[in-house]
C-alpha cells in the first residue's frame, strides 16, 4: 500500500476460490454456447464478465470497493471482468483474487477474501447482482446455487479478525462501533459465547475458528499441573498496559527462566510487539530485536500474549492452534520439556468484573491418541503472582515507547471518554494497573507522567 503504479500492470491470481474464480474468455463462450441460458448456468460460470455481457453491471473508475477492518480499498471495474486497484494498478482476474490479496494486508493470517460478498460495486455487494442475474435469466435454478458457502462471507467485511473476531448479530446491518462509542457500548457488545470443550468433537473445518472455548481445569481430564508459574507484577502492569491503548488485538512475548529442577516458570518481563499484526515487513525486525533483549538480560522465551479487546479472555480455536504450536516449538528447542505459558487479556469486556482487566494464563493439552484429529484441551493454570517492590526502568521506557507507537494510530483509545457514566477510560486503566503496580507513592507518581502523556495523545 503507498506503493507506485507499476508502468505495465502485474496481474494477480493468488486467493481466488475455485467456485469464485473467473472463467477464461474460451470457458465463458464454450459454456454459453453449449448450455445457453435454458440450462443452468453453474456458481462459478457467473462471473464479472457475464454480468458485464448481461448489462447488469458497468465498467467504471473507481467504483468497485472493500471495506475490511477500518480499511478501504477501491478499484476500477476493466472492460474484461478484471479488477484494476486504484493504489497501485495491479490487475485481479477475480473479485476474490482481489479481496484475499487487500485483506491480507490487513490481515496475513487471512485465508480466503470471500470475493463477491466482499467487494461492492457501486456500493452494493456483488452476490446481489449474481443473485438478480439468477432470478433475471434463470428463475426455476434452485438458489444453492448462489447461497452454498455465501452464507458464512456475509458480513465478512465488518469481523474483527485475527483472534478477535466476533460473531455478527446482523450480517446485513451496522459495523463494529469504533471505541471511542464505548460508554454507550455496554449493551451493544456482540456476545461471544463459550463454548464446553467437550461439545466440540473432531475438528470440523466449517467450523468457526473464532469459537471462544471454557477452560478445563487439569483435575477434570485426571491430570496434575505438571509445572508451576510464578509471574512478576511488572509483566502484568505492561501487558495490561498494552492491551489497553488500542481497540484492535495486540501481541508481546513473555521472556523468563525455566528451573528443570523445581519445574518452576518464572516469567520475569512482557515484550510487546511494536508492530501491526498485518505489518509483515516490520514483524521480523521487531522479533530480532526482542531476541536480542532476551540475550542480553539472560532470559528465555517462555511464553506470548494477546488481547481480546473487547471480548472474553478464553482462547478461541485458532488460539488453541497457535497455542499448541508455541509449546511444540518451545520443547523442541531443547532436550527436555520446557513449558510455554499463553496468556490471554481482555481489558474492554463489559463482562469483566469492576474496572480491571481479566487476565487468563493458559495452557494446552494434547487431544487422546484415540483421538488425533480432535482439537487440543485448553487448560486454565494455576500462577503465583509476585509483587514488585519496584517499577524497574525497562517498563517505564517500553511503556513510553508504546505510547508513543500508537499516538497516531486510527485505533488509538479515546480516553477520555466513558467507560460508565462515572468513570472515564483513563480512569478506567489507572484503576486496572493500580492492581499491579507497587504500592509505594512515589511510583504513582511515576505512573502519573505516563497517563499524561496519553492525555497528550488526544
Partial sequence: ???????????????????????????????????????????????LRVLLKDG?????????????????????????????????????????AWATHCKRLVNPAKKSGCGWASVRYRGQKLVQYKTTWLHKYQPSA?????????????????????????????????SKPELH?????????????????????????????????????????????????AVSSNVLLLMDFHCHLTSSEVVGYLGGRWDTNTQL??????????????DKDAAPAVEEEICQNLFMRGLSLVGWYHSH??????????????????????????????PCLGIICGPYYHGNQGVASTITPFWVVPPPEQRPNDYGIPVAVEVTYVQDNFLT????????????????????VQFSQMWSPNTSILDKIKASLSGHAPKDQAYAQILEHVYNQLRGTQ
Fill in 1 to 47: 500500500m503507498g506503493s507506485e503504479p507499476p508502468s505495465s500492470p502485474q496481474v494477480v491470481e493468488e486467493g481466488a476460490d475455485e467456485e469464485d474464480e473467473e472463467l477464461s474468455g474460451a470457458e465463458d463462450a464454450d459454456l454459453r454456447a453449449s448450455s445457453g441460458r435454458g440450462s443452468l448456468l453453474t456458481r462459478r460460470g457467473i462471473t
Fill in 56 to 96: 447488469l453491471v458497468e465498467p467504471g473508475d473507481g467504483i468497485l470497493s472493500i471495506h475490511y477492518l477500518g480499511k478501504t480499498f477501491v478499484g476500477d471495474l476493466l472492460n474484461d471482468g478484471k479488477i484494476r486497484w486504484v493504489e497501485t494498478g495491479q490487475i485481479f482476474n477475480s473479485p476474490s
Fill in 142 to 174: 434452485d438458489m444453492s446455487l448462489i447461497s452454498e458457502g455465501e452464507d458464512d462471507e456475509m458480513g465478512d467485511d465488518d469481523e474483527e479478525e485475527g483472534k478477535t473476531s466476533v460473531l455478527l448479530e446482523d450480517k446485513n446491518k451496522k
Fill in 181 to 229: 462509542d464505548i460508554g454507550l457500548m455496554q449493551r451493544r457488545d456482540r456476545e461471544r459465547i463459550p463454548v464446553r470443550y467437550c461439545t466440540l468433537g473432531t475438528r470440523d473445518a466449517a467450523r468457526d475458528p473464532h469459537t471462544l472455548v471454557e477452560l478445563s481445569a487439569f483435575s477434570a481430564i485426571n491430570r496434575f499441573q505438571p509445572f508451576n508459574v
Fill in 265 to 278: 516458570l518464572t516469567v520475569l518481563r512482557a515484550f510487546p510487539c511494536r508492530t501491526r499484526l498485518a
Fill in 309 to 338: 479487546p473487547r471480548g472474553p479472555a478464553l482462547p478461541s480455536l485458532q488460539d488453541i492452534d497457535s497455542q499448541m504450536d508455541h509449546q511444540l516449538r518451545l520443547q523442541g528447542s531443547s532436550n527436555g520439556f520446557q
Fill in 393 to 412: 526502568t525497562d517498563v517505564l521506557n517500553e511503556m513510553m515507547l508504546l505510547v508513543e507507537f500508537y499516538r497516531s494510530a486510527p485505533d488509538l
